[in-house]
């Protein structure tokens, strides 16, 4: 089955400790990304990648990171987590005819 | 930029009623235009999209929407709402070859 898988799903930390959210997908996809989704603000790009090796930085990438080493995967990484970075974070590929897939999302809590 | 405005955070219909869920947006360049869906606790799912073909696009689940340039509008639409489509759907449109940019959602519910 096609898909963008993200884990965790939920994930509850404390103001510091680095932690990183993996991305998968199984469609051969060049491009990817990654979104978070806070009430009222919709979706707001942080950082997408257009292939392995090119990545770069969208709306809101202050307090992340992330890398492109195999097509596949696209990890993002908190370094330094703080409570504004809670949210909803969903991880995207994109098809051929500009459509994106959506992971199921990853909820963390930064305490 | 391209920008996009749903209006309406909240609308609410009877069940087998008109659904109708407003999307416009600005671009200077022929748009790709996308409505998604997201059922709670769950990612967002392609409802349907406009890529400069058929101005008027069917996708999944019985809803189209139909592209008016002359309005910037891309308005959602299922003519009789059934309890199932209780959702929130967002409008989003391509901005150059990098990302989506979306609207602010708009969380339908359906009265019994």
């Known amino acids: 089955e096609a898909q963008v898988t993200q884990n965790p799903r939920y994930l509850i930390t404390v103001t510091g400790k680095k932690l990183t959210v993996t991305c998968s997908q199984n469609?051969?996809?060049?491009?990817m990304s990654w979104y978070r989704q806070d009430p009222g603000l919709g979706l707001r790009q942080i950082y997408y990648?257009?292939?392995?090796?090119?990545?770069d930085k969208g709306d809101v990438p202050e307090g992340y990171k992330v890398s492109r080493k195999e097509k596949r995967n696209f990890p993002l990484i908190l370094e330094s987590p703080s409570p504004n970075q809670t949210s909803l974070y969903f991880c995207?590929?994109?098809?051929?005819?500009?459509?994106?897939?959506f992971g199921p999302g990853t909820r963390l809590t930064v305490l | 930029a391209q920008s996009v405005t749903q209006l309406g955070s909240h609308v609410s219909v009877s069940e087998g009623a008109l659904v109708l869920l407003r999307c416009n947006y600005s671009?200077?360049?022929?748009?790709?235009l996308f409505w998604y869906v997201q059922y709670p606790n769950q990612g967002l799912q392609l409802l349907l999209k406009?890529?400069?073909?058929?101005?008027l696009v069917k996708g999944i689940n019985g809803f189209e929407a139909e592209f008016k340039k002359s309005e910037t509008s891309f308005h959602l639409t299922k003519p009789s709402a059934h309890m199932s489509d209780a959702a929130e759907y967002f409008c989003?449109?391509?901005?150059?070859?990098?990302?989506?940019?979306f609207g602010q959602g708009t969380r339908l519910t359906i009265n019994p």
């Open positions: 990648s257009m292939n392995v090796e090119v990545t």
């Open positions: 671009s200077s360049v022929p748009p790709y």
């Open positions: 469609m051969n996809h060049e491009y």
């Open positions: 989003a449109v391509l901005q150059g070859a990098q990302k989506l940019v």
């Open positions: 995207a590929s994109r098809g051929a005819y500009n459509e994106q897939f």
């Open positions: 406009y890529t400069s073909a058929a101005t």
